[in-house]
């Protein structure tokens, strides 16, 4: 239990020492970088640490797994790819659509619904992902 406490409050202090030294400190140009550079540091020494002093060596997985097992697994990885991969690609989609239907706007408001469907074009290729997901899990 101690050990949770010890990792929780590293992980709390990754937080408020980088910010702490953000606020309180003279607002000079380096003093977000090294708030940046605190916040690494403590973030994946916490990860390290917290590797280091959670493995003890046993592992406790079963000792042999079955063919249903194993395609039921391979279902759930496939689902998440299915909406993880569709949102990165709408996310890139619809930041390009979206930066060129603004600039379009602000030079002729008349082509805003043509703006606006290119948009929910881009955006529905998520929810094609999600829909993929949810027969790949039905």
Do not use: H, Q
């Not at 050990?3 to 590293?10: D, Q």
């Not at 689902?79 to 239907?101: N, Q, R």
């Not at 606006?116 to 899990?137: D, M, N, P, Q, R």
């Amino acid at each position: 239990m101690s050990t949770k406490i010890i990792l929780v409050s590293i992980l709390v202090l990754s937080f408020i020492i980088p910010f702490g030294a953000y606020f309180l400190g003279e607002k000079k140009k380096g003093s977000f970088k090294a708030a940046l550079g605190f916040n690494a540091v403590f973030f994946f020494g916490t990860l390290i640490i917290g590797d280091i002093m959670m493995f003890n060596g046993n592992v406790s997985a079963a000792a042999a797994t079955t063919a249903a097992n194993t395609s039921e697994s391979w279902r759930y990885i496939a689902a998440a790819l299915a909406t993880g991969m569709s949102c990165i690609g709408a996310g890139i989609a619809v930041a390009s659509a979206a930066s060129a239907a603004i600039g379009a706007l602000s030079e002729d408001a008349s082509v805003m619904g043509k703006a606006l469907i290119f948009v929910a074009l881009a955006e529905s290729v998520a929810l094609y992902g999600l829909l993929i997901s949810f027969s790949i899990l039905g």
